[in-house]
């Protein structure tokens, strides 16, 4: 006869599956051609997509009187899902052989995307199955982080897989049981949002509407460059005199933590058939846009290692300039885009991350 104090501390340990179906495959497919940019922006939505499906299905069996809800927009980085006020993050692998575990910066740092609990879910295409690893949440995080002293690792934080809570079963306890407000996460604030002591983030949610600059029409932050009283930035864009484009810049300050340091953030737009007088009808609508980073305060070169990001408006990276030890400016390559197109411009600098939405 078994041992049942065995069998029971036996099943305790034992990983959650759940089978891949064709359904789940043919979202997952659907989702990472609409979305991947490149092969491997492809798949890794693709992975996360089987993921947040899966993990979805896990919940409504074991919370069935629970109204849950999938995001998408952001599925490239992560998937997130959200059970009344709960917010949890999957984060898709094919493996943790090496016992670590990638998580992007992103959806730490960034309070649009953060959730209260990351739930490792390891993909297994070939075996048709999902396992659901274990979780751990926001505060663990950030507290990792800081007694670690981790940095993001092309953009991504490696947590050891032995500071996760293996048994997944704890997450239907604290959603039954426990009040969100208990878990702290970061949330938006008007200008400043303060992740813990060691983790701040400066983030502006409003949108800038390009569109309007060519109206007249400015918001508020935006200045003149010539206000700026910085020589350097006078001379900014100087080679593209065009008369219908307007020029505007804003001043980014990096926080206490890294000496009250402030760049400013230029951005140069012009409509298309301006750059090109032989344009077609269907470019007439879009809007040429330039982004630089200049220090302030008489600074003669930017911080090092200050990073400038085009973001899509489902979270990815689609360009990304670093600063060296002695640039006096840094920018993104030109780009264009149809009026109404979303995206962000995002300033990071160690643990500081300001981001700027805009609109075409």
């Not at 969100?180 to 970061?186: I, K, L, Q, R, T």
């Not at 400015?218 to 307007?246: C, H, M, Y």
């Not at 411009?345 to 805009?358: A, C, P």
Request: aromatic letters at 8%.
């Amino acid at each position: 006869m078994p041992n049942s104090t065995y069998s029971q501390d036996l099943r305790f340990f034992l990983p959650e599956t759940v089978w891949l179906e064709t359904e789940h495959f043919a979202f997952a497919k659907e989702i990472s051609s609409t979305q991947g940019i490149n092969h491997n922006d492809s798949w890794q939505t693709y992975l996360n997509a089987l993921a947040i499906i899966t993990f979805e299905e896990w919940l409504k069996e074991r919370l069935p009187n629970k109204v849950i809800s999938r995001d998408t927009d952001v599925i490239a980085t992560a998937g997130n899902l959200k059970v009344d006020e709960f917010k949890f993050c999957a984060i898709a692998t094919e493996h943790v052989l090496d016992e670590i575990v990638r998580i992007p910066q992103e959806v730490i740092a960034n309070p649009e995307l953060a959730a209260h609990f990351y739930v490792l879910i390891e993909v297994s295409e070939e075996e048709e199955e999902v396992v659901i690893r274990g979780f751990v949440t926001h505060k663990q995080l950030t507290e990792i982080k800081s007694n670690l002293r981790l940095s993001a690792d092309e953009g991504c934080y490696h947590i050891p897989l032995s500071l996760f809570d293996m048994e997944p079963s704890h997450l239907l306890f604290y959603q039954r049981y426990v009040q969100a407000s208990e878990f702290a996460v970061p949330v938006v604030g008007n200008k400043v949002t303060q992740i813990s002591e060691n983790i701040s983030e400066l983030v502006s949610i409003t949108t800038t509407r390009l569109s309007q600059w060519l109206q007249g029409v400015i918001d508020e932050g935006w200045q003149a460059i010539d206000s700026l009283s910085q020589p350097q930035l006078s001379l900014a864009f100087s080679t593209r005199n065009i008369d219908k484009s307007v020029k505007k810049a804003k001043i980014i300050d990096l926080g206490i933590d890294l000496g009250n340091k402030k760049v400013a953030l230029l951005v140069h737009i012009s409509p298309e058939n301006s750059i090109n007088n032989q344009a077609s009808e269907s470019s007439q609508d879009k809007i040429h846009v330039l982004a630089q980073l200049y220090p302030m305060n008489g600074e003669k070169f930017l911080p090092q290692n200050t990073k400038l990001q085009l973001i899509s408006k489902a979270g990815k990276v689609l360009q990304e300039v670093t600063s060296r030890i002695q640039d006096n400016y840094i920018q993104l390559k030109p780009f264009r885009g149809e009026a109404g197109k979303k995206f962000s411009i995002q300033i990071s600098l160690e643990d500081v991350i300001v981001k700027e939405n805009f609109e075409l």
